[in-house]
């Protein structure tokens, strides 16, 4: 597609729930990032891909959160037995390339908002 | 990580330019410096980027100074619909890429 598709928009979890976000990123695009915005003006690196490998999980949790991309299938974010504090907004964003090439710009999700209870 | 300072807010008339300033001093050569906002809680929106030499495309311009430690975004008629957050970001080269935001500029255009 020629956005990145994110599901569902809104999540509402009780605590100790599992919480499952998807991602669709742009045809093309080889790398995907997921970003956690906690509160307003501060996001989070969470982790990224090239295609179905992991290509940074620097900022991912320990615990609690995994994240894949399969070949054929949109990209997950899985948050096992929520926690009050994981409630934010989690975006995704696909970029075609990395470094210094020129089609670097990352194009971000509408983001899916985590509730939870 | 190359930090970026951007000012909390500001304010813009409309049809006015908007003079967004970042300072990035601790830049590696290598690193580009990326613009983005975030409309309302709207997912963040490429703008545009450089890496030395002054770029200009079709919403805003970028002007790097010449030893590279800050930057101005430049948009040249603001109008209501641009005000967001801004975010001056350095390019993480050395961890993946990943984008650090920090905590960006409201700006916010007026009547």
């Known amino acids: 597609g020629e956005e990145v598709a994110q599901t569902p928009k809104h999540l509402v979890r009780g605590e100790g729930q599992k919480a499952k976000l998807y991602c669709a990123p742009i045809?093309?695009?080889?790398?995907v990032f997921w970003y956690q915005q906690v509160l307003k003006n501060e996001f989070k690196f969470l982790i990224s891909?090239?295609?179905?490998?992991?290509?940074?999980e620097t900022g991912m949790p320990k615990e609690r959160f995994s994240a894949k991309c399969l070949p054929n299938s949109p990209c997950s974010l899985e948050i096992q037995a929520t926690k009050l504090e994981d409630s934010a907004v989690y975006f995704c964003?696909?970029?075609?390339?990395?470094?210094?090439?020129?089609?670097?710009?990352?194009?971000f999700g509408q983001g899916t908002r985590l509730t939870v209870v | 990580d190359a930090k970026t300072t951007q000012p909390p807010s500001m304010d813009c008339a409309e049809g006015r330019a908007a003079n967004l300033p970042c300072n990035h001093s601790?830049?590696?050569?290598?690193?580009?410096v990326y613009w983005y906002r975030q409309i309302h809680s709207q997912g963040p929106q490429y703008i545009i980027h450089?890496?030395?030499n002054n770029e200009t495309n079709e919403m805003a311009s970028l002007i790097i100074t010449e030893d590279r430690k800050s930057s101005t975004l430049i948009l040249p008629h603001a109008t209501l619909r641009d005000t967001a957050v801004y975010y001056c970001?350095?390019?993480?080269?050395?961890?993946?890429?990943?984008?650090?935001f920090g905590k960006g500029t409201s700006l916010l255009v007026t009547p």
């Open positions: 450089g890496l030395k």
């Open positions: 891909f090239q295609n179905e490998n992991v290509f940074d």
């Open positions: 601790t830049i590696s050569g290598n690193e580009y």
């Open positions: 964003a696909s970029s075609q390339d990395v470094g210094a090439s020129p089609n670097t710009e990352a194009f």
């Open positions: 045809k093309g695009h080889s790398y």
């Open positions: 970001i350095v390019r993480v080269l050395n961890s993946g890429y990943a984008l650090n």
